[in-house]
């Protein structure tokens, strides 16, 4: 009876520690990009860059 009763409590913990562990691996929502590409030389830029630091190219800002 104490083994069952050992068993019941080991595997209430295992249910929490999945349901915990669950709870951990729910995707994160997306972060908002914060570099864009380069049209002229393909360098990676701050989203908000208005002149490229590569190539110092002026860069359209993107539509709304
Ligand atoms: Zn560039």
Do not use: G, R
């Amino acid at each position: 009876m104490q083994n069952v009763i050992q068993f019941l409590i080991l595997a209430f913990v295992v249910f929490l520690f999945m349901k915990v562990i669950n709870k951990l691996k729910k995707p994160a929502p997306a972060a908002a990009p914060t570099t864009k590409v380069c049209p002229y030389c393909k360098s990676e830029i701050h989203i908000d860059a208005v002149k490229c630091p590569h190539c110092a190219s002026t860069l359209e800002k993107p539509e709304p």
